[in-house]
């Protein structure tokens, strides 16, 4: 019996426990669930909260979030230190007050627009110094903001300084020629648009390379230096001024008439006939200005180029330091001038020159001193060119030193031949004395 009833208690008590079990199940399954959701809601938020500080300490990126007043939350170490301010001074403070005025007010039209922005570059100004964020966002429910941004100062930096090299001179701080043509092309935008004519004005200095030759390179940088800022003072503001390379320069000058070309020309020659003074001592270089106007002679910019080229050419030709302008003729005169070095180049390629020997008389003696070597070209289908024409022709080229040690191989190959002892004189070019092969061939032509 006494077992029986211990069994009906243990009955009891289990149905009991059963019955507290479905109510538990039926009455407090919210709170369990509830229970249950906060927990893993708090540990997913902790979870989050390391992933996001792991984020910041490796990353050049932070986190920002704004209320729907533009205020900043609570800011993390890495804004803190991207910013160079205090956190009490970040949190609560106006986002829009680190950036730039113009930056502020394109970032406050991003705001009020409402809708997810990525990747805006904008300018910052901390402490006195300009600085670079790239800003990404996305609008919150409470009509705030949250997102992620990162310093870019370093890589936009290093993009200008790419930009500065591709786009100016490094030594004058002048635009190049990319830049110049650049201009020349929206300028002739404007020609076919609205009409605006414009001048080109292509600048190269005399005797520069003499200058670097006696002085060295240092002191033909200074000088270059000091022909830009006078350039600068003599065409304003309102000019384009560039360094098209070595010591040519070039100017464009927007909506400037004939007259008013004729005189900025003549101001540019009178200002390089100035001298300047390197390592205590006045230089005199000078310089020679060819111009060519715009639509007159051309809008495109390549033709307008070589037609002010052409007029710097027809000016150092007729004596330099003076200014050119582009006149219809020079184009015919400079493909006369390129069939010339053409017909030369071939000529000398194919020994189809000649070198004669005009005797030099002693006149106490009467008898025949020496022999002076002259060269001469029998161009086909225009005959005997005169040496003034063809060895100046060389000269501007470049040819004349394998001309000249053409003829001086020549010369001794001839005079190997003759019985007598006599002495050859051989003409040399300015340039010839100055190239360090000259003696090698001197050499070479004797031993042979």
Request: glycine share 8%.
């Amino acid at each position: 019996a006494g077992h029986a009833w211990t069994l009906s208690v243990t009955l009891l008590l289990a149905g009991c426990i059963m019955a507290l079990q479905r109510f538990a199940a039926n009455s407090d399954a919210n709170f369990v669930c509830r229970h249950i959701s906060a927990a893993a809601l708090a540990d997913a938020k902790e979870t989050m909260g390391v992933l996001l500080q792991d984020f910041e300490s490796h990353s050049n990126d932070w986190l920002w979030r704004i209320d729907a007043r533009g205020h900043l939350g609570p800011v993390s170490q890495r804004f803190v230190e991207a910013s160079a301010l205090p956190a009490d001074i970040l949190e609560g403070g106006s986002l829009l007050a680190l950036f730039a005025p113009e930056d502020a007010r394109h970032l406050e039209d991003l705001l009020k627009q409402h809708q997810p922005f990525h990747d805006e570059v904008l300018r910052v100004q901390l402490g006195g110094h300009d600085g670079w964020w790239s800003l990404s966002g996305q609008p919150t429910a409470d009509g705030g903001w949250r997102g992620v941004c990162s310093d870019v100062t370093r890589s936009r930096d290093a993009e200008a300084r790419i930009a500065y090299v591709t786009e100016y001179d490094s030594l004058t701080d002048l635009a190049n020629r990319a830049m110049l043509v650049r201009q020349l092309e929206a300028a002739q935008e404007a020609v076919e648009l609205r009409c605006e004519g414009f001048a080109l004005f292509v600048i190269d200095l005399d005797n520069f390379k003499a200058l670097n030759d006696t002085q060295g390179h240092p002191a033909g940088d200074a000088f270059l230096k000091v022909v830009a800022q006078r350039l600068r003072d003599c065409v304003g503001p309102n000019a384009f001024l560039a360094r098209l390379g070595g010591d040519e320069f070039a100017v464009m000058a927007r909506d400037m008439l004939l007259d008013e070309a004729v005189e900025l020309a003549d101001l540019i020659v009178d200002a390089l006939l100035a001298p300047v003074v390197l390592n205590g001592k006045e230089v005199l270089a000078g310089g020679s200005v060819g111009v060519a106007m715009a639509p007159e002679n051309g809008a495109d910019p390549a033709v307008l180029m070589m037609n002010a080229e052409l007029a710097l050419y027809r000016a150092k030709a007729q004596g330099r330091g003076c200014a050119r302008f582009f006149e219809r003729g020079m184009v015919q005169d400079a493909q006369v001038r390129a069939d010339l070095e053409t017909d030369l180049r071939n000529a000398l390629a194919t020994d189809a020159m000649d070198v004669y020997f005009q005797p030099l008389v002693n006149t106490r003696t009467r008898k025949v001193a020496a022999y002076e070597t002259l060269l001469r070209w029998n161009r086909p289908g225009y005959g005997l060119v005169s040496p003034l024409v063809f060895i100046s022709c060389a000269e501007e080229t470049g040819i004349i030193v394998p001309l000249g040690d053409w003829v001086i191989r020549k010369a001794i190959e001839e005079a190997s031949h003759w019985r007598d002892e006599v002495t050859v004189a051989i003409n040399l070019s300015p340039a010839q004395m100055k190239s360090p092969s000259l003696i090698a061939t001197v050499v070479g032509a004797l031993a042979a």
